[in-house]
């Protein structure tokens, strides 16, 4: 199986990594993510390395580390360094392959590409990560609608947090889109506890199916 599926989100530290993990797990692939911005503490990729449960190599390196904490257009200008998108060319690999966007669909790389453009460009599946909370239906939905205007094929939602029946459901009918389950928050946060969330709240033949 060589799919490859870009996990991106609503926003910034809803937990998509945590799913990323998860799923990158569940698949048995690989994970790459394109640009981690902020490296004092424990980056995205080694987030993964600690949760997936992947053999050795199977987490890629980023294709740029910039220092600071920001957008990585921002973080990327502090550094000296240019982003640009032939820089971001996925990996084709033979087996599956999870890939992270950082921060929302309309982060910037530089000051005329966001990582929607890099996604439109790219035509792979996306897996949206939402949270549960108050003011999730308005950024899922324009999340959903800026996909679409841009033939960017959605597998489907990914809502992380508490149960929030409604609101996911307001979603998946306003959105004409899949909920593909629900992660919750997990204490302790473990390679155990997650590969268990997962198993239990994931269809992977759902996912893997694609759009």
Known sequence: M???????GTDTGIGKTVFAAGLAGLLDGFYWKPVQSGLDEETDSEVVERLAGLPSGRVL????RLKSPLSPHRSAEIDGVSIEAADLAFPVLPTPLVIEGAGG??????????FIDIFAEWRLPVILCARTELGTINHTLLSIEALRARSIPLIGVV??????????RTITEFGAVRRLGRLPHLAPLTRETLREAMVAGFDLAQIAGGE
């Open 105 to 114: 669909l309309m982060v910037p790389i530089n000051r005329q590409t966001r």
């Open 2 to 8: 060589s799919k490859r599926i870009v996990v991106t």
């Open 159 to 168: 809502f992380i947090g508490e149960e929030a029946a409604d609101t996911q």
């Open 61 to 64: 390196p980023e294709a740029h």
